[in-house]
């Protein structure tokens, strides 16, 4: 990867879209960070007034023993941590502004979260409207996007499906998202997870050239190899939410030697470092975090000339200078920044005409949502009819004509719930990476998701529903049809926002558990088991919750109602050879389908503001 980012022009005409684009260097200064999480007995403090300094132009690493602290302090300098904090973190000298900096940094998760139905140049050119806005026409927003996939070595896999590209792909595909708007600051978690020596330290070689490119590169790192080492300029040592060491990386073996902590030869350093940390060597670590001032010193190596700074100390292998730095009082991070409102670059409009585009390409390419569904629907339709091949106008089998009914709405939720369940939970991360890098609103995002699903939702079961009516020999009447096409269309849309629900709140395993067994309530009363004038008056109030409640009733009226004649008999006897008579029975004599059709209208809005809100909750308890 010899690519340079120093040769990326982004050619941009405007006065305007130049002043968005121009790079801006920023140094990122946090003093006295103390992080606790839980309260009470369960409380436990994370960082314990950690300082430290990240420069821009160089490409930094935070590195310590799993359970120091590394994480956390990474996710509350990149702003996803903000509840139990005390400290300051700067931006160049003065507090951090929130509505400011989301806009300047960048978050690259330890996972490539990605699409993997759209190719690289179709999730380039999302990311480019959504990231660029409308100020900047297609034209420089392609130039750009071919600048930094040159850049990159993506050239070649512009037209290749995530899910064909390797693990260093995807990862330099990650990175290249994030770079579209110019960031000032990146920040990535264990960015070589998963990665082959090879892949990391290409991964690890492009960091550096972006970070000397005049940006802010932050990554947290488990157990560096020495060659991979040597890529950082900076070291930043944690352990048990302290810092032992920050500085070059070159003078970390020769620092610790002068603490009598000598590396044996052709060790890795980092594994040395990390052993130390882990406080193998003794009790070493309150002298390493004092000398250091738990971060307050930056380590440098002095001049071979005598130290101009009176902040030095000497070994027989080398001189070592500290930058002094002031400390500041300890200061809550509670700014209005905090809530301040966030402006996104894209308009709402384009930001739900996009992400609706994005949604209807993965859907149509995704076979569980497409093919795979419309084929079970097919076949259960077809066996549907079959099971009950010309019943619908013969009273003898009028209780399987009603089974038949109630199996329709009970299998056309759970085809919409299920496969919602198993394809957004995954979904759900992309989601998170993407809005925590602020690429558009939630609202955005969860009205395009509602859009994309509808015209799947209503074909689906209208296929089902032409080839179950007219099998099972249900009355030839278009009005019949339809209002039960339409009770079941409404079916649908309220099991997909169920889908959505349980998926925003759960994970896949859990979620696919409790949905199914949530819709148990809504069979009990639904009518069919204890029929509606049966359920004792106190309980009966329950049924106006229960969306199969409204689905079978609905579905009943449809076929029964509306002064339908008398039905031919193969039996004998046919008790309920009168259509109002078997409504009667089931309690849906003096029932309306238009209270059914807006019962089930509210039902939809219900499940899909409940949907929302279980996501904006998810999203902000996500780190």
């Known amino acids: 990867m010899d690519a340079d980012i120093n040769l990326i022009e982004w050619n941009l005409e405007t006065t305007e879209t130049r002043k968005y684009r121009a790079r801006t260097s920023l140094d990122i200064k946090f003093r006295d960070l103390s992080y606790t999480v839980g309260e009470g007995k369960n409380c436990k403090q994370i960082l314990h ?34 509840s139990g904090i005390l400290g300051r973190v700067e931006v160049n ?10 806009k300047q940094a960048a978050y690259i998760t330890q996972q490539d979260y990605l699409l993997s139905d759209l190719t690289v140049d179709e999730y380039m050119t999302v990311a480019a409207h959504l990231k660029l806005g409308n100020n900047v026409s297609v034209k420089e927003k392609k130039s750009t996007i071919e600048q930094i996939l040159k850049t990159l070595g993506l050239t070649r896999a512009q037209q290749t499906r995530v899910k064909c590209l390797s693990g260093g792909e995807r990862k330099r595909l990650s990175i290249a998202l994030e770079l579209i ?43 560096p190899s020495s060659r991979l080492l040597d890529y950082f300029h900076h070291l930043y040592i944690v352990t048990s939410g302290s810092c032992m060491y920050q500085g070059p990386v070159e003078s970390l073996v020769p620092y610790l030697q002068s603490m009598n902590l000598k590396c044996p030869n052709y060790y890795n350093p980092a594994d040395f470092a990390i052993d130390v940390a882990s406080g193998e060597f003794g009790d070493v670590l309150p002298k390493l975090i004092s000398e250091i001032g738990n971060g307050r010193r930056i380590l440098r190596k002095c001049p071979s000339s005598s130290p101009t700074s009176t902040a030095a100390f000497f070994t027989h292998d080398a001189t070592f200078c500290y930058d002094e730095d002031a400390n500041l009082g300890r200061q809550a991070e ?32 995704e076979k569980i949502l497409t093919r795979m569904r419309f084929v079970l629907h097919v076949f259960v339709a077809v066996l549907m009819g079959l099971l009950y091949w010309q019943v619908g106008d013969d009273a003898a089998f009028i209780f399987n004509n009603a089974g038949m009914i109630f199996f329709n709405q009970i299998f056309i939720l759970y085809v919409a719930l299920v496969p ?48 179950v009516y007219f099998m099972t020999g249900q009355p030839i009447d278009f009005e019949r049809f339809s209002m039960l096409s339409v009770i079941t269309i409404w079916i649908s849309l309220i099991g997909q926002g169920f889908g959505l629900f349980f998926g925003a709140i759960f994970s896949i395993d859990v979620a696919t558990f409790i949905a199914p067994i949530a819709a148990i309530p809504f069979l009990l009363l639904s009518g069919f088991f204890v029929h509606l004038n049966h359920i004792p008056s106190n309980l009966r109030w329950l049924t106006y919750f229960s969306v199969l409640r409204y689905g079978f009733e609905g579905s009943m009226l449809s076929v029964y109602d509306n002064n339908r004649t008398s039905l031919a008999c193969s039996d004998s006897f046919c008790h309920f050879r009168y259509p109002q008579k078997f409504l009667q029975y089931f309690g849906f004599a003096q029932s309306s389908y238009y209270f059914n059709v807006v019962g089930l209208l509210i039902m939809f809005l219900v499940i899909r503001v409940a949907g929302y809100f279980a996501l904006r909750y998810k999203l902000r308890h996500v780190r």
């Open 93 to 102: 000298g003065t507090e951090r502004d929130f509505k400011k900096f989301r």
């Open 181 to 223: 708007d110019n960031p000032a600051i990146l920040f990535l978690d264990e960015p070589t997870s998963g990665l082959d020596s090879s892949s990391s330290l290409q991964c690890i070689d492009l960091l550096r050239n972006i970070a000397l490119s005049g940006r802010t590169v932050i990554a947290t790192i488990h157990q």
């Open 420 to 467: 919602t369940i198993l394809t957004f939970t995954l979904e759900r991360k992309v989601l998170v990476r993407e809005y925590l890098n602020n690429w558009y609103s939630l609202k955005a995002y969860y009205l395009a998701k509602t859009l994309a699903d509808i015209p799947f939702q209503i074909i689906l079961p209208l296929v089902y529903m032409v080839i």
């Open 49 to 82: 007034e950690i300082c430290g300094v990240f420069k821009s132009g160089q490409l930094s690493a935070i590195l310590g023993p799993s359970g120091a602290g590394k994480s956390s302090l990474m996710n509350i300098l990149a702003g996803l941590k903000k």
């Open 334 to 365: 509670t700014g209005a920044g905090i809530k301040q409102r966030f402006m996104y670059t894209a308009p709402f409009h384009t930001q739900v005409t996009i992400l609706l585009l994005r949604a209807l390409t993965t859907i149509w390419r």
